[in-house]
C-alpha cells in the first residue's frame, strides 16, 4: 500500500517542519551543556520516542533520536546529532524510513546505513557500535494499519534490511542487535500488545526493546 505522490510529498513536508524543530533544539543543547554521557542513542522515531530514563536508567546515555529521520538526514545534520559528545559506546536505528520517504530499495537502503556506520566508525573509532535492527509493521489488514505511518513497507523488506546489516556487522567490528523477532505476533506481524499504531512502539513494546539491548551489553 505505498504512498501516492501527493501523500509522500505531503508526509516529507511534515517530517521536514517536526525534524526541524527537534534539530534546532539539539542546536541549542549543545550550546549550553557539557555533555558527559557515555553512550549516545540516534536514529529515527524509533530512538526520540525511547524513554531512555525509564527503560535504560543504569545507562548514562543521550538520546538524540529525530522522528522520520532518514539516512540522509542523520549524515546532514550529523554534527549536531553528535553535538560534544564523545561517546565510549554508539547505538543506531536507522533505514526503515528510506524505504518510504526516500523510495529506496532495500539494496539502496542498506547501502544508505553501510554510509552512515562507516560514518560513524570513522569519526569515532574506539566506539563500540550497535546497530538497532529494523522493527516489524501490522499487516495490511489490521485496523492498526495507518498508511501514512507505514507508507507501504513491508515486513519482507525490513527483514532483508536486517540481514544484510547483520552480515557486513559481523565483518566490521560492529554489533547488531536483533528487535524483529522479540516483536512478532504468531502469524509474523508486530504483536498489537507492542504498538499502538501499527509501527511505533509502545510502553510494553519498548520494555521489549529495552530487554534486547541490555542483554547484549
Given at each position: 500500500m505505498k504512498l501516492t505522490h501527493q501523500e509522500l510529498k505531503g508526509l516529507q513536508q511534515m517530517i521536514e517542519k517536526t525534524s526541524s524543530k527537534v534539530l534546532n533544539t539539539y542546536s541549542k543543547d549543545n550550546v549550553v551543556n557539557l555533555f558527559n554521557q557515555d553512550v549516545i542513542f540516534i536514529g529515527d522515531s524509533m530512538i526520540e520516542f525511547f524513554n531512555l530514563k525509564r527503560y535504560l536508567p543504569t545507562l548514562n546515555?543521550?538520546?538524540?533520536?529525530?522522528?522520520?529521520?532518514?539516512?540522509?538526514?542523520?549524515?546532514?545534520?550529523?554534527?549536531?546529532?553528535?553535538?560534544?559528545?564523545?561517546?565510549?559506546?554508539?547505538?543506531?536505528?536507522?533505514g526503515s524510513n528510506d524505504l518510504v520517504l526516500l523510495e529506496a530499495s532495500v539494496a539502496e537502503a542498506y547501502e544508505n546505513i553501510i554510509k552512515v556506520l562507516d560514518v560513524l566508525?570513522?569519526?569515532?573509532?574506539?566506539?563500540?557500535?550497535?546497530?538497532?535492527?529494523?522493527?516489524?509493521?501490522?499487516?495490511?489488514?489490521?485496523?492498526?494499519?495507518?498508511?501514512?505511518?507505514?507508507?507501504g513497507r513491508t515486513n519482507g523488506e525490513l527483514k532483508s534490511i536486517n540481514f544484510k546489516v547483520m552480515n557486513y556487522a559481523k565483518s566490521n567490528d560492529m554489533t547488531?542487535?536483533?528487535?524483529?523477532?522479540?516483536?512478532?505476533?504468531?502469524?509474523?506481524?508486530?504483536?498489537?500488545?507492542?504498538?499502538?499504531?501499527?509501527?511505533?512502539?509502545?510502553?510494553?513494546?519498548?520494555?521489549?526493546?529495552?530487554r534486547n539491548i541490555l542483554s547484549n551489553l
Open positions: 546515555a543521550l538520546n538524540r533520536g529525530v522522528a522520520g529521520a532518514t539516512t540522509k538526514l542523520i549524515l546532514d545534520n550529523l554534527d549536531v546529532i553528535l553535538g560534544k559528545i564523545n561517546p565510549k559506546s554508539i547505538f543506531i536505528s536507522i566508525k570513522s569519526k569515532f573509532p574506539s566506539a563500540k557500535l550497535y546497530y538497532l535492527s529494523t522493527t516489524p509493521v501490522v499487516s495490511t489488514q489490521h485496523p492498526l494499519y495507518k498508511k501514512i505511518y507505514i507508507g547488531y542487535l536483533h528487535q524483529f523477532d522479540d516483536l512478532l505476533d504468531s502469524e509474523g506481524y508486530l504483536n498489537t500488545n507492542y504498538t499502538y499504531d501499527g509501527i511505533h512502539l509502545n510502553p510494553k513494546g519498548y520494555e521489549v526493546y529495552a
